[in-house]
């Protein structure tokens, strides 16, 4: 069935109490019945935040049969782990069938997951690790406002969840850019797995919102269908500046005498006799054999809801040629093609590339992207956890979103979070400068190595690095003109433009990047030397000694890294000599992805990898690649021992 409550109403009807009571039996036999033909799940939670989900999509806007209808509301589960009680809801109000939720739960290939993800129709958010949600939540909800929608936000939390870091990140963000379209419900039932809250770790859940100027709202029955309805109606309609966080006080398990308030219910279901004692207390036939039997049949997978991204439409505008007697860094490079794009693309309201900084908006030239589009920076502050998810429900929206900081911050302290919207299709910008050894005296901590090692073990994002500002103009262009996340490093100096050897720019206004695709800088037949942003300059220091002594050398840029470009590896080792060159660990780099390229081709040649084998110093960049055999005498050298 669907039920649509009257919002304008100062309280529910009996017929809309007696319709949400009805719903709630069958959902909550649904939450029992799912859990315990699975042997797994978590059935306390999914009872106890039941009667505020069953309200809450009574009251929002969306419609069963247009799940991506544009002005819907978005409910993010950032308690993931009450699946059962998020799915039993969506199909009451007309998603699927509850037969293919209880045939599918849990099911290795069906479209029911343990915890919640967009797979499911009406899911709008894959759940990762609790603490994740709120951010994702925030930058729905500062997205609307910035494309000046009315839709609403709201997030479902836990209680225990609230002791996560990021989420004091999300509640100040929230504050700060009065985010009155957004709703957090949080289930507050004192209990969590090892125990309750207080024993774990206390907290006051209502002041941590307080003290940021959150309206507080407090609910001592958070069961109380009306009363959690006038509430959230009251949130639903305001436009204060302030966002609205429901603290809900519901009791886990509630329905069922022996489970309520008993902590291992949060994560374990009901055995089979147990099942059968509480469907006599719901009042329902006890259908555990019909539903076990029908999950014998072969998964049904017709409910799958595939990723359908929304449409932008981003002009890439004119690109920038910096001529060879140009130096800059490459950063620099960025923030002008960043200039450029909101020049192209934002005007008046109409904003469609957003950016994110953390405190860092002179180093990672953003101010003429932040004077041109104000309304579309976002100054995050230290808090590189929640701009990095925040990122993700941004992009979702449509906006094409720039998240940029120092590479240390923006791969290795975002692991996680990155991991997220790499599950979530989030088209999300990472545009990070300060990578590498060249990062310079700042010192390792802030040597940024481990990048294309990370994004490896993504499955949907990519990893372009300019090899100078010209392609760096190029390649951001490219980003944000073609969806997809994407990770864009860059190093602190400045540089040289790459050359022809005719003397003009390698990479001017005929060059066209393309992912997966390396690029000649040089031909030669002696062997190959592969590489790629900040060292391409020793490198091509290399090339001319190498040349100066009669050796012909050729180098293959890579720009693209994910995807890379094989046929050009392998063309490469036609020679019989190939070395790696790069600013990265070189045990989980380009060096090691070449070697796989070559050994699984079967290529018998000469290779080697050059990388940084240590943490560096601190120390100027040129003395940092020196000291790691990273500098143009040494990668010459290098050439000419693999030759001998």
């Known amino acids: 069935m669907t039920l649509q409550l009257t919002m304008q109403s100062s309280e529910l009807s009996s017929d809309e109490l007696r319709s949400l009571e009805d719903m709630r039996t069958r959902c909550a ?212 500046g302030q966002p609205t966080v429901i603290v809900s006080r519901t009791t886990m398990g509630k329905g069922i005498s022996f489970m309520e308030n008993i902590a291992k219910y949060h994560g374990s279901p009901l055995d089979r006799e147990a099942i059968g004692k509480a469907m006599t207390e719901l009042g329902v036939e006890d259908e555990f054999e019909k539903w076990d039997a029908l999950r014998q049949n072969p998964v049904d997978t017709s409910t799958i809801q595939s990723y359908k991204g929304p449409a932008v439409d981003i002009k890439a505008g004119e690109t920038i040629v910096y001529d060879a007697k140009t130096i800059l860094d490459n950063r620099s490079a960025y923030g002008n093609a960043l200039l450029s794009l909101a020049e192209a693309n934002n005007s008046g309201s109409d904003m469609r590339i957003a950016g994110i900084s953390c405190d860092l908006e002179g180093s ?16 995050a502050g230290i808090q590189e956890h929640h701009a990095a998810t925040m990122a993700g429900g941004l992009a979702s929206l449509g906006l094409v979103t720039f998240f940029s900081t120092f590479g240390a911050f923006a791969v290795s302290e975002v692991y996680n979070q990155n991991r997220l919207n790499d599950f979530n299709h989030a088209s999300v910008k990472v545009v990070a400068t300060h990578v590498g050894l060249d990062v310079g005296e700042d010192g390792p901590t802030h040597q940024c190595i481990d990048y294309l090692g990370l994004f490896q073990n993504y499955f949907r994002s990519s990893v372009f690095m300019p090899a100078d500002p010209n392609q760096t103009d190029h390649i951001i262009r490219y980003v944000a003109t073609t969806p997809g996340n994407v990770f864009v490093g860059m190093g602190r100096s400045k540089m040289k433009m790459i050359c022809k050897e005719d003397g003009s720019p390698f990479f001017d206004e005929n060059y066209s990047f393309a992912a997966g695709k390396g690029d000649w800088l040089r031909r030669g037949h002696d062997a190959t030397i592969i590489s790629y942003g900040a060292v391409t300059p020793m490198v091509m220091e290399a090339w001319d000694m190498l040349i100066d002594a009669g050796h012909s050398v050729a180098i293959l840029n890579m720009g693209s890294l994910l995807p890379i470009d094989k046929e050009a590896v392998l063309e490469a080792a036609e020679c019989g000599v190939v070395l790696t060159v790069e600013d990265h660990h070189v045990e989980t780099g380009l060096g090691s992805m070449v070697g796989t390229i070559l050994a699984e081709a079967g290529k018998g040649i000469t290779f080697r990898r050059s990388g940084v084998s240590q943490y560096g110093g601190s120390g100027k960049p040129a003395d940092l690649y020196a000291s790691q055999g990273l500098d143009g005498k040494s990668i010459a050298a290098k050439i000419v021992d693999m030759l001998s």
């Not at 990672?364 to 100054?379: D, L, N, R, T």
Request: proline letters at 4%.
């Open 364 to 379: 990672v030239k953003m101010g003429g992207f932040h004077k041109h589009s104000p309304a579309a920076y976002i100054e």
């Open 29 to 240: 036999k649904n939450i029992l019945l799912s859990t315990s033909l699975a042997g797994s799940g978590h059935p306390g939670g999914s009872l106890s935040t039941l009667d505020n989900l069953l309200v809450t999509y009574g009251c929002m806007r969306h419609d069963a049969s247009d799940p991506g209808m544009d002005e819907r509301d978005r409910v993010i589960m950032s308690i993931g782990h009450v699946s059962p009680g998020v799915y039993a809801t969506l199909a009451e109000y007309g998603y699927f069938k509850e037969d293919d939720f209880l045939t599918g739960f849990r099911r290795t290939g069906s479209g029911f997951p343990g915890h919640v993800e967009r797979i499911v129709p009406g899911v709008e958010w894959d759940t990762g690790n609790l603490g994740q949600g709120l951010s994702t939540a925030v930058g729905l909800a500062h997205g609307f406002k910035i494309q000046n929608k009315p839709n609403r936000v709201i997030c479902f939390m836990g209680d225990g969840e609230q002791q996560k870091g990021q989420i004091i990140e999300a509640i100040r963000f929230a504050s700060k850019y009065k985010l009155d379209n957004l709703i957090v419900v949080i289930d507050r039932n004192h209990l969590q797995i090892c125990g309750t809250t207080e024993e774990v770790m206390p907290q006051s859940v209502r002041s941590l919102y307080s003290t940021n100027n959150w309206d507080v709202q407090y609910l001592e029955d958070g069961h109380d269908q009306n009363a959690y309805f006038q509430t959230f109606s009251k949130a639903y309609r305001k436009s204060d």
